[in-house]
């Protein structure tokens, strides 16, 4: 049901090899051709992935969700951090009828989550995401980079877990986003006004959201970075899944630039929930 690693390294950087552009730790790959955030009308499966997600846990005590994606070129995500309490792969997506694949079986394909032991200190975890034609080819890449390096010869030691997880899986205390949609039902908007305002259509469960009162007021705090602008974000209840569904709508300024958002659920003064951290990719 579960597998854990316990890794101890140590590393010596080389005397005279040149400045080193990244040295990823903990790394970790997988593979995402398409999901629910990127259907492909061509292929009989609606998802296809290794993963869905990256799930991160902050030094401050924030926990983010990052779904996936297969871009048109490659593109890298920086996440800054004092120090990390954990990031991972995961497949949280659990269900046989999202994948239809009775050879693959994705919905078995296992999380990947790495727990640090000591203090690494401040830096990034950075997330690569590749262009893949197809499912052979891992197109995700995951690791930590520390903020500082030693001098060469000196030792940069530090040790971790990476546990391997199925369906009891890592999750955050409070609640989760199950599942990320893009794309409109019925709309008055002609099709250049839904690419220029893309619309996602987001599911959080968890144990906060299940213990709210009846007619508690959740808000979806939203934002967008210097490219976006948001024009919508509701939030309501999904009784399917004794949760909470949040519709938001953003406008990119300039469609060649991606843009970033975050969402997450606020009751009151508390977070309820992770923050959904997204990239709007240019097409």
């Known amino acids: 049901a579960s597998t854990t690693m316990t890794v101890t390294s140590r590393l010596f950087l080389r005397a005279g090899a040149g400045p080193v552009n990244t040295l990823g730790l903990a790394p970790l790959t997988s593979m995402f051709l398409h999901g629910e955030n990127q259907p492909n009308d061509n292929d009989f499966r609606p998802e296809v992935h290794d993963s869905d997600g990256l799930m991160m846990h ?5 926990w983010l969700w990052r779904p996936l994606q297969n871009p048109a070129q490659i593109s890298v995500s920086s996440f800054t951090m004092r ?28 999380s990947a989550w790495v727990r640090p032991l000591g203090d690494w200190g401040a830096g990034r975890v950075e997330l690569v995401q590749l262009r893949t034609p197809d499912e052979t080819h891992d197109n ?122 975050r969402v997450f659920l606020q009751h009151q003064n508390d977070t309820l929930s992770e923050t959904w951290t997204h990239a709007v990719l240019p097409e």
């Open 58 to 62: 902050t030094g401050d005590g924030e």
């Open 83 to 110: 120090q990390p309490r954990g990031f991972g792969l995961m497949q949280r997506d659990r269900r046989f009828a999202s994948y239809e694949d009775i050879e693959a079986r994705y919905e078995r394909r296992p």
């Open 140 to 261: 995700i890449v995951a690791y930590w980079v520390p903020a500082t390096l030693p001098a060469p010869g000196q030792p940069l030691d530090y040790a971790y877990e990476l546990s391997w997880q199925g369906d009891a899986q890592q999750t955050p205390p409070g609640a989760w986003v199950v599942q990320s949609r893009r794309g409109y039902g019925y709309t008055k908007l002609s099709a250049s006004e839904q690419q220029r305002q893309p619309q996602f259509v987001l599911d959080f469960a968890g144990p906060a959201l299940e213990a709210l009162p009846a007619g508690a007021t959740v808000r979806a705090v939203a934002s967008a970075d210097t490219n976006g602008r948001i024009v919508e974000a509701l939030a309501y209840p999904n009784p399917t899944q004794r949760g909470w569904r949040v519709t938001l709508r953003v406008e990119r300024l300039d469609p060649a630039r991606p843009v970033e958002l």
